[in-house]
């Protein structure tokens, strides 16, 4: 089955700062990545995916980018706010099987 | 639409005990998941369905853990006897598969379950 490591598990940075989360998979047939946002005490909740034919997405402050080759995927948030502060989850799903295979999570802190 | 509905919200139970958790997906999408959320373990794919049939019920920890879906609107997860391990926030989700929606999952609220 599909394993999906993500990382790094912690990652703290300073207000106006970017930040980037590196995700790998192993099934060569997942052809979707959406990544999630987990605030405290809340929800998991889509924030941006990207599919298998593209190889960069944008929106606002938030990019991914995915190298099908290499097998990896990244998220980036530029001009980060405290706001932005939460666990963001990345997710490969072969839409075949129906189901995402999550990673194991990353706590975002950002230092106003 | 009102997203997914878990209910209850929160349940505090004795060890020993039923505990029945309960989702009603999102109208028209046809899988359904059930997650379970701890500190420990992250968060793990319990059991999925696809049009109200169970397709992977490999993340089930143990015999303890049932899932049913008798309809497309409604779904539960039941756990006897509930044991102390067992405390986690349990998430039901959602996804319309093909089409033009590649598996966008909606979560519900969760269920933070409480066994002492």
């Known amino acids: 089955g599909e394993n999906v490591e993500q990382h790094p598990s912690t990652l703290s940075v300073q207000e106006g700062d970017s930040a980037v989360i590196k995700c790998t998979y192993s099934d060569s047939a997942s052809n979707y990545f959406p990544w999630y946002k987990q605030e405290l005490g809340k929800r998991p909740q889509l924030i941006i995916d990207i599919r298998s034919n593209v190889g960069e997405k944008k929106d606002q402050r938030i990019a991914v980018t995915l190298n099908k080759t290499a097998k990896h995927f990244s998220l980036h948030i530029t001009e980060t706010q405290p706001e932005d502060s939460a666990v963001y989850f990345c997710a490969a799903s072969n839409t075949n099987a129906g189901k995402s295979t999550f990673g194991d999570g990353t706590t975002l802190t950002v230092k106003p | 639409d009102a997203g997914v509905i878990q209910s209850p919200r929160h349940e505090v139970t004795e060890m020993g005990q039923e505990v029945t958790l309960r989702c009603k997906p999102i109208s028209g999408h046809d899988y359904l998941f059930w997650y379970r959320q701890t500190m420990m373990r992250g968060l793990e794919l319990l059991i999925y369905f696809n049009n109200n049939v169970p397709i992977d019920d490999s993340g089930m920890p143990e015999d303890r853990f049932s899932a049913k879906m008798p309809n497309a609107s409604f779904s539960t997860l039941k756990i006897q006897p509930s044991e102390p391990r067992d405390s986690a926030v349990y998430f039901c989700?959602?996804?319309?598969?093909?089409?033009?929606?590649?598996?966008?999952?909606?979560f519900g609220p969760g269920t933070r379950l409480l066994v002492l």
């Open positions: 989700a959602s996804s319309l598969h093909g089409g033009r929606v590649w598996e966008t999952q909606y």
